[in-house]
C-alpha cells in the first residue's frame, strides 16, 4: 500500500490506495472532512502489528510508540513527546506540552473513519503517509514528516571556505598549529572515521600505513619550517605612509605566494602524486584568497581535475585494479585529506600570520600582518574601552557572567569605510555542548519572544509619523507623502530636506532611558503571548516562520489573510511583564565583553551586536522623534528613519530651520548627537533654498528627486549578487530568484511610479543582474539552453509585474524586452569570447 505520489485529497487515498470505502449510511458525514484534508507520500513508514479490536484512541498511541520506536522522533504525531519507559511496550509515551496533531486526530470524524475502514488501514494512514487539513486560509499538518529536515551529516562538509580564519587575533592564534605535532593526532586529524574504527586495537589501517609516513615527514617539515623568514620574503613590510589603512592590507598574490611556499615546503610532493595535482589545488585556494566574505567552493569542485591514478599512499601496492568498492573508498579517503587541507591547514597557517577582515558593509576580504593590524586598530580600542567601558571586577558581575553564556560576548573591531573603526560585539555561544545549549535555550525561549513581543508593540503603538520596518517601505511612504502633497496643493511644491545620523548610535543611548521605555510599555503584571509558526507556501514550496501576537483567545481566533500555506511547527511563548522587563535589564547591565582575557561592562550605551541592542535602539529613537519632532505633525512634513539615519522632508523650510538647529545642538536625554560630515540640507540658515544645490540626494540606498519626489535603488552602486553554485542550472535559478525578490520592491510598483523612472529603475536592476550573473559564472560551462531560460523568465516576470501598465500601452512590451536584452548585450560583450553563443542568440531574438 504505497502512498500516492501528489498530494491528494483523503477520500482519493481511502479508495486508490488503502483500497478501502466508506458505507453510504456515514458517507454524508464524512463527506467534509474527506474532501478538505489532503494525504500526501511521507519519506519515512513504519510497520506494526495490529490489534483489530483496538479503539481508535489505542490505535493513534501505538503508531506513535511504533514512530518513536524507530527514531521517527521529528513526525508530527510524536513531535514533543518522549520514552515514558525503557520498555515502549509496556507502556505509553508521553509529552509535557500539547501536541497539536494529538488534539486535533481525537475527533468523533476521525474515530468514525477508523470504524468504517479498520485498524489496520488506519495505521496505515498514519504512519505512512503525511496530511494536511484545511482550516480557513491555511492547511495544518496533522501527521507525517516535517515540512523542512536538516541535511544528513554526511553534507555538511561539502563546502570549503576561509570564513573560519576571518577576525583571528594575534593572541588566539598562538594556540593554533596547522599541523598537530604527533603522528597519531594527525591521522586522527584527517581520517577521524577510519581511526576511530581501529581504535581498539590501536593500529593504523592497513590502506592508511603509506599516508602515515608522508605525514610523518609533513609534522617534520612543519617543525623545521621558517614560517617567519617565508613571511618576510613573500610579504616584506610595508614602508609608504598610507592616509587610507586599507593600504597597509598585504596583496592578495603575495598571500598566495606565501601559502604556496610553505606548502612547498611542508607537503611532500607524493602526497599529491603529481604536479598537476597540486595546481588543481592551488588553483582552488586562489579563488577563495581572491574571493570575498563567504566566497565557498564545493569539495566537489576541488577534487574536480585531481588524477587519483598518480597518488601511490590511496592504493598501496599497485598489485591489480581496484574493483568499484575499493575505488569508491579511495575517493573517500582522498575527499577526507582535501577537505582537512583547505578547513584545517591553509585556514589556520593563514589564521595564523595575517589578520584576515573587511570592511563592515562591504564583503572584499584584506589581509593584514597580525603586527600591523595591531598598530593600526589599537589606538581605536584602547579609545573606545577608555570611553565606554570598565573591568567587570565586581564578583556579582563577573560570578553572573560565567554561570550565563548567553550574558558574554567578545570584541570585535571592524574597519570602516571612512577610516575609522567599529567595535561589534559577538555573541559567545559557549565552549561546550551545555553552554551552547544553555545559550539556544536562553534565546529561543526569552531572548526572541521578548524582542518580538517589544517589536510588535512598538510598531502597533498609535505615532505621528510613519515607522519603518525595512529600507524598502522608504519609496512607499514617500509615494504616499507625494499623492498627500498633490491632493493639497495640486502638484509637488517645493520641498526642503535634512538628512542626518546620530555619531556613534549604539554607544550613546542611554540605559535608563531605554528601561524607562519599555516599562512604560509593558504592563507588569499582563502575560503576553507570542505564537511562532512555521508555514509553507503552497505556490512556492517554501517554508517561513510568521509569528502572532495578542492573548490567548485572540490567538485561537485568529485567521491568515494571506495565501493558502500549510502550518507545521509550531511555538506557543507565554511571558508575563516582569519577565520581559528582567530580560531587558538584564542585557542592559549584566551583558560583558572579553577583550584579550579581561571582561569588560558597559559605563553607558549598549554593545553593538547583542541581541537586543537594534531593538533599543528603535524604542529610543521613536521615542525622540515621538517627542521632539512633534510640531512637524503640523505641517505638511515627512519623517523617516533607519537605524540611526534620518530624513526629514517639508515644503515649510521654517520648521525645516528649526529642526536642523535642535538637530544641530543635540537630545541630550537621549544621547543624540550628529555627524556632521554626514548631514545634509538644501537650503541655508536664514531658510533660502541653496541654488547649487543638486535636485537629488541618497538615502540608504535611494536616490531620491526633491523636486518630484520619485525614488531610485541605486542597483549600479550595489556589489553584484554571487551565490555560491557550481553548475549553470543553478546559477540560472539563483539569478531568477533575487530578480522575483527585487522586482517586487516598491520602486517598481507602477501605481507608486511613473513609468518613465520604472524603466529607468529595471534599466539599473538588469544592469546589476548582468554583472552578477558573468561573475557567478565565471568558472562555470554556460548552457545556451540554461541562459534562453534566464531571458525568457526575467521578460516574463517583468511583465506579470507591470501587467496593469501593459494592458494601457503595448508598445511597453518592446521596450521593456529591449532593456534587458541590451543590458546583456553590453555586459556579455566585455567578458570576452566564452558568451559568444548566447550573445548570438539575443541578437537572434532583437
Known amino acids: 500500500m504505497g502512498p500516492s505520489q501528489d498530494l491528494v485529497p483523503l477520500g482519493d487515498i481511502i479508495s486508490n490506495d488503502l483500497r478501502c ?10 463527506k467534509s472532512m474527506l474532501s478538505r484534508i489532503v494525504v500526501g507520500p511521507n519519506k519515512t513508514a513504519v510497520e506494526l502489528e495490529v490489534d483489530p479490536e483496538w479503539t481508535f484512541n489505542e490505535l493513534l498511541d501505538s503508531c ?9 522522533m521529528k513526525n508530527a504525531l510524536t513531535k514533543g513527546y518522549q520514552h515514558a519507559l525503557s520498555d515502549l511496550t509496556t507502556a505509553p509515551a508521553y509529552t509535557r506540552c500539547s501536541n497539536a496533531s494529538n488534539r486535533l486526530l481525537r475527533t468523533p470524524e476521525w474515530r468514525l473513519l477508523h470504524h468504517c475502514i479498520g485498524s489496520r488501514a488506519t495505521s496505515c494512514l498514519l504512519t505512512q503517509f503525511t496530511a494536511y487539513e484545511h482550516q480557513g486560509n491555511q492547511f495544518v499538518q496533522l501527521f507525517g514528516d516535517p515540512l523542512m529536515t536538516n541535511k544528513l551529516d554526511s553534507h555538511r562538509n561539502q563546502y570549503i571556505s576561509l570564513d573560519p580564519a576571518l577576525y583571528k587575533s594575534s593572541q588566539s592564534v598562538k594556540y593554533m598549529s596547522p599541523i598537530p605535532s604527533t603522528k597519531m593526532e594527525l591521522m586522527e586529524s584527517v581520517f577521524k572515521n577510519e581511526m576511530k574504527a581501529s581504535s581498539s586495537n590501536k593500529k593504523l589501517p592497513p590502506n592508511l600505513r ?29 614602508t609608504t605612509s598610507y592616509r587610507d589603512f586599507i593600504g597597509y592590507s598585504v596583496p592578495k598574490d603575495k598571500v598566495m605566494k606565501f601559502c604556496i611556499t610553505t606548502f612547498e615546503k611542508v607537503f611532500p610532493s607524493s602526497l599529491f602524486g603529481c604536479n598537476a595535482n597540486k595546481s588543481v589545488i592551488l588553483r582552488s585556494l586562489s579563488k577563495l584568497v581572491h574571493g570575498d566574505k563567504g566566497t565557498k567552493i564545493t569539495l566537489d569542485e576541488c ?57 563592515s558593509s562591504e564583503k572584499t576580504i584584506h589581509f593584514f600582518k597580525h603586527k600591523v593590524w595591531k598598530e593600526i586598530s589599537q589606538p581605536f580600542l584602547e579609545s573606545y574601552i577608555h570611553e565606554n567601558l570598565e573591568v567587570a571586577s565586581d564578583p556579582l558581575s563577573v560570578s553572573q557572567a560565567e554561570s550565563s553564556p548567553h550574558l558574554r560576548s567578545k570584541l570585535r573591531v571592524m574597519p570602516k569605510k571612512n577610516n575609522d573603526f567599529r567595535a561589534i560585539s559577538v555573541p559567545f555561544k559557549g565552549e561546550n555542548e551545555n553552554e551552547s545549549f544553555s545559550f539556544m535555550e536562553h534565546i529561543q525561549k526569552e531572548i ?73 510599555m509593558i504592563d507588569i503584571k499582563e502575560q503576553y503571548h507570542y505564537l511562532e509558526e512555521r508555514e509553507l507556501d503552497i505556490d512556492t514550496m517554501q517554508a517561513k516562520k510568521s509569528n502572532r501576537f495578542g492573548d490567548f483567545s485572540d490567538l485561537c481566533l485568529l485567521k491568515d489573510k494571506r495565501v493558502p500555506s ?89 520648521q525645516l530651520v528649526k529642526m536642523k538647529n535642535m538637530v544641530e545642538r543635540g537630545f541630550e536625554d537621549y544621547g543624540v548627537s550628529i555627524n556632521k560630515l554626514k548631514s545634509a540640507v538644501n537650503f541655508g540658515t536664514q531658510g533660502q533654498r541653496h541654488m547649487s544645490a543638486e ?58 511610479v511613473p513609468m518613465e523612472i520604472i524603466t529607468k529603475q529595471l534599466r539599473l536592476l538588469i544592469q546589476n543582474l548582468t554583472t552578477s550573473y558573468c561573475k557567478a559564472t565565471e568558472n562555470i560551462q554556460i548552457s545556451t539552453t540554461g541562459f534562453s531560460l534566464l531571458i525568457d523568465s526575467l521578460i516574463s516576470e517583468t511583465f506579470m509585474n507591470l501587467k496593469g501598465a501593459l494592458s494601457k500601452d503595448q508598445s511597453l512590451r518592446e521596450r ?31
Open 64 to 72: 506513535r510508540v511504533a514512530l518513536i520506536k524507530e527514531g521517527h
Open 210 to 238: 603509506d599516508f602515515a609516513k608522508l605525514g610523518s615527514r609533513a609534522i617534520m617539515n612543519h617543525m623545521n619550517c621558517s614560517y617567519f623568514a617565508i613571511l618576510h620574503s613573500t610579504c616584506p613590510n610595508i
Open 566 to 654: 500549510m502550518a507545521g511547527d509550531r511555538r506557543h511563548h507565554i511571558l508575563t511583564g516582569h519577565e520581559i522587563i528582567e530580560v531587558c535589564r538584564l542585557q542592559l547591565n549584566g551583558t560583558v565583553t572579553r577583550v584579550n582575557k579581561k571582561l569588560y561592562k558597559r559605563k553607558k550605551g549598549v554593545f553593538q551586536g547583542m541581541h537586543l541592542s537594534s531593538l533599543f535602539c528603535d524604542l529610543v529613537y521613536d521615542d525622540l522623534i515621538e517627542k521632539e519632532f512633534h510640531f512637524l505633525d503640523r505641517t505638511n512634513s515627512l519623517v523617516l528613519r533607519i537605524a540611526d539615519d534620518f530624513l526629514v522632508v517639508s515644503c515649510e523650510v521654517e
Open 21 to 30: 470505502s466508506i458505507p453510504e449510511e456515514h458517507a454524508e458525514e464524512l
Open 695 to 752: 535636485k537629488t540626494f541618497t538615502f540608504c540606498g535611494y536616490e531620491i528627486d526633491v523636486e518630484q519626489l520619485n525614488v531610485i535603488k541605486r542597483y549600479d552602486q550595489m556589489p553584484p549578487y554571487t551565490p555560491v553554485v557550481n553548475s549553470h542550472r543553478l546559477a540560472v535559478s539563483s539569478m531568477i530568484g533575487i530578480f522575483r525578490i527585487r522586482i517586487k520592491q516598491n520602486t517598481l510598483d507602477t501605481d507608486l
Open 816 to 846: 521593456l524586452r529591449a532593456i534587458i536584452r541590451s543590458a546583456f548585450i553590453q555586459e556579455l560583450r566585455n567578458n570576452g569570447a566564452k558568451f559568444k553563443d548566447c550573445l548570438d542568440y539575443l541578437v537572434k531574438t532583437i
Open 303 to 359: 577534487l574536480a581535475g585531481i588524477k587519483t591514478s598518480t597518488i601511490a599512499w590511496l592504493s598501496p601496492g599497485h598489485q591489480r585494479k581496484c574493483n568499484k568498492q575499493e575505488s569508491l573508498k579511495q575517493h573517500d579517503l582522498l575527499r577526507q585529506f582535501i577537505y582537512w587541507l583547505f578547513n584545517h591547514f591553509f585556514v589556520k597557517i593563514l589564521a595564523s600570520f595575517f589578520h584576515i577582515t573587511h570592511i
Open 448 to 520: 526572541r519572544p521578548s524582542k518580538h513581543v517589544l517589536n510588535h508593540i512598538r510598531i502597533t503603538q498609535r505615532s505621528r509619523f510613519p515607522k519603518l520596518t525595512s529600507v524598502s517601505q522608504i519609496p512607499l511612504q514617500i509615494a504616499v507623502f507625494k499623492r498627500k502633497l498633490r491632493q493639497i496643493y495640486g502638484n509637488v511644491p517645493d520641498l526642503f530636506f535634512l538628512k542626518f545620523d546620530a555619531r556613534s548610535c549604539y554607544d550613546t543611548l542611554p540605559q535608563k532611558k531605554i528601561l524607562e521605555i519599555v516599562t512604560g
